[in-house]
């Protein structure tokens, strides 16, 4: 079974500009999270989608960042404009279903480093 | 305060070494507990999933949970170089997910 994948792995940009990152999730994982990654820090959480609706973007920077998943599969996570604290690793990361149990682990993909210029 | 604290380390220990890794949490409505594992340049994978209080063990690895202290615990036994990496507690409501700040073990040979 593939796992979640990202691309690109490395992006480099510099401030002012717009950078997009994509998502595809496992298989039938209707969850799918995109997660900001500092150095040295745990995964935050920027979005969160059941099917395509995204259900929690509390988090979220909305005069820069958005999201979209609008079949309800794969993710595209956008900035614009890029401003040098958001280099970071971008993580996506897709669960079986919401709830508790086994079936809302997550598993992650390698994420997207970016750094700004 | 944040709802999920962890010693960032760093923890160096020489192979063979039994690991001691512990986080500690506020919010009470936590029932699910995972412990992740993260290499060098790699996302988060899973290691290890408890439900509520008790001990959980996987080969050398065990999870212990202690809900009354709020604070889990994952133990590796007989450490090897290639558990060197960043280990991540998680914790759930099942709804809501909240990681701690990853606590870096070196085991050296």
């Known amino acids: 079974e593939a796992g979640v994948v990202q691309s690109p792995r490395y992006k480099i940009i510099e401030k002012k500009q717009p950078v997009a990152f994509w998502c595809n999730p496992i298989?039938?994982?209707?969850?799918l999270y995109w997660y900001l990654q500092n150095l040295g820090q745990g995964p935050e959480l920027l979005i969160r989608y059941e099917n395509e609706e995204a259900v929690d973007d509390s988090q979220l920077p909305k005069d820069r960042f958005s999201a979209e998943r609008l079949k309800g599969v794969d993710s595209t996570l956008k900035i614009q404009p890029a401003e040098l604290g958001d280099s970071a690793v971008y993580l996506c990361?897709?669960?079986?279903?919401?709830?508790?149990?086994?079936?809302?682990?997550?598993?992650f993909g390698p994420g997207t480093r970016l750094t700004v210029l | 305060q944040k709802e999920v604290e962890q010693d960032p380390g760093p923890l160096s220990v020489p192979e063979g070494a039994i690991v001691s890794l512990n986080c500690t949490y506020s919010?009470?409505?936590?029932?699910?507990f995972m412990w992740y594992r993260q290499y060098s340049r790699k996302g988060p994978e899973l290691l290890m999933y408890?439900?509520?209080?008790g001990n959980k063990e996987d080969g050398r690895f065990t999870a212990q949970v202690d809900k009354s202290s709020k604070y889990i615990s994952l133990f590796i036994r007989d450490s090897q170089p290639s558990d060197s990496a960043t280990y991540l507690c998680?914790?759930?409501?099942?709804?809501?997910?909240?990681f701690g700040t990853g606590t870096s073990l070196t085991v050296i040979p």
């Open positions: 298989s039938g994982h209707n969850t």
């Open positions: 919010n009470s409505a936590f029932q699910y």
């Open positions: 998680a914790m759930s409501t099942g709804n809501q997910f909240y």
């Open positions: 990361a897709s669960s079986a279903s919401k709830g508790g149990g086994l079936g809302n682990t997550q598993y």
């Open positions: 408890t439900y509520s209080s």
